[in-house]
């Protein structure tokens, strides 16, 4: 039999865990290994822009959860209406850690920065039916997020590091770019019964057949872009090979009911991953 005392400890283990997926820290520190990966491409080791990156992933994510409301009936929305003031919290503190970081940061990495900001606040709010708002204009949402995660871990911190605009940073965008889209469809084929039909996602439009033959041509242009971007093909280059194989293979695997963690925490896991094999070789 197990004691109350272990029981306990699982049972506070689990929330924890809980609370580090549902609000949106495991994103966070995906987001920022993006960036050291941006960095660490170009031999840059600072940590100034993944921190602020982080920080504002959490702001934007829970910007974004609290102005299109979860339905109440889905995992996350259980999770959601028990901890509002626990997100509203650890948004603040994010808020003014952004805030903190923003003031050392050069014009023109602001400059980079601030359409993506743009982006993010417009697609979250929830406008008049008749304002213009991203969130109405079908298929969008997918790209959208690419775009945007694309910009802030690849853009902004290379502008930030005086880093000039060249057919590498373009080849790293575009490679980013697609990389994100393919593992944001585990997300949508998740979510296909529970989002709005508005949204008309990659799976809603196509099917989850299809959807996956998309992910496997993202994989594909990935390949190809890193093929050219890494002339010298070092151990770099194996593991953006490795890594996109296997975001590969859990969209194939993905599914409407798949389990509870499969892309919070697992798909989101990928660049984490990534950053780790990087910084270890």
Same mark, same amino acid.
């Given at each position: 039999?197990?004691?109350?005392?272990?029981?306990?400890?699982?049972?506070?283990?689990?929330?924890?865990?809980?609370?580090?997926?549902?609000?949106?820290?495991?994103?966070?520190?995906?987001?920022? /290994?993006?960036?050291k990966i941006?960095?660490?491409?170009?031999?840059?080791?600072?940590?100034e822009t993944?921190?602020?990156?982080?920080?504002?992933? *959490?702001?934007?994510?829970?910007?974004?959860?609290f102005m299109?409301?979860?339905?109440?009936?889905?995992?996350?929305?259980?999770?959601?209406?028990?901890?509002?003031?626990?997100?509203?919290? *650890?948004? $603040?503190?994010?808020?003014?850690? /952004?805030?903190?970081?923003?003031?050392?940061?050069?014009?023109?990495?602001?400059?980079?920065?601030?359409?993506?900001?743009?982006?993010?606040?417009?697609?979250?709010?929830?406008?008049?039916?008749?304002?213009?708002?991203?969130?109405?204009?079908?298929?969008?949402?997918? $790209?959208?997020?690419?775009?945007?995660?694309?910009? *802030?871990?690849?853009?902004?911190?290379?502008?930030?590091?005086?880093?000039?605009?060249?057919?590498?940073?373009?080849?790293?965008?575009?490679?980013?770019?697609?990389?994100?889209?393919?593992?944001?469809?585990?997300?949508?084929?998740?979510?296909?019964?529970?989002?709005?039909?508005?949204?008309?996602?990659?799976?809603?439009?196509?099917?989850?057949?299809?959807?996956?033959? *998309?992910?496997?041509?993202?994989?594909?242009?990935?390949?190809?872009?890193?093929?050219?971007?890494?002339?010298?093909?070092?151990?770099? $280059?194996?593991?953006?090979?490795?890594?996109?194989?296997?975001?590969?293979?859990?969209?194939?695997?993905?599914?409407?009911?798949?389990?509870?963690?499969?892309?919070?925490?697992?798909?989101?896991?990928?660049?984490?991953?990534?950053?780790?094999?990087?910084?270890?070789?």
């Amino acid at each position: 039999m197990l004691s109350n005392s272990y029981i306990c400890s699982m049972q506070i283990m689990k929330r924890l865990f809980d609370f580090y997926i549902f609000s949106n820290i495991h994103v966070a520190v995906g987001a920022f /290994c993006f960036v050291k990966i941006t960095l660490l491409s170009f031999g840059i080791s600072e940590n100034e822009t993944a921190l602020f990156v982080f920080f504002s992933t *959490i702001l934007s994510y829970n910007f974004i959860r609290f102005m299109d409301l979860p339905l109440k009936e889905t995992v996350f929305g259980i999770w959601f209406y028990k901890n509002k003031k626990h997100l509203l919290l *650890i948004s $603040f503190i994010s808020g003014i850690f /952004c805030l903190f970081y923003l003031i050392g940061f050069e014009k023109l990495a602001l400059f980079v920065l601030a359409p993506f900001v743009v982006m993010t606040v417009f697609y979250g709010m929830k406008l008049p039916k008749k304002a213009f708002s991203l969130r109405r204009i079908p298929g969008l949402k997918i $790209f959208v997020i690419a775009f945007c995660f694309a910009g *802030i871990t690849v853009l902004f911190p290379l502008a930030q590091n005086k880093i000039e605009f060249s057919l590498q940073v373009v080849s790293l965008f575009l490679q980013r770019l697609f990389f994100v889209i393919l593992i944001t469809l585990p997300f949508d084929i998740r979510d296909i019964n529970y989002d709005s039909k508005i949204l008309k996602t990659i799976p809603q439009i196509f099917g989850v057949r299809i959807a996956k033959i *998309i992910g496997v041509s993202l994989l594909f242009a990935v390949l190809i872009l890193t093929y050219y971007y890494h002339l010298e093909k070092n151990m770099e $280059f194996y593991i953006v090979v490795l890594i996109n194989l296997f975001a590969v293979v859990l969209l194939l695997f993905s599914k409407s009911n798949q389990p509870k963690y499969y892309s919070s925490f697992l798909v989101e896991a990928l660049p984490i991953i990534w950053y780790v094999l990087l910084y270890s070789v």
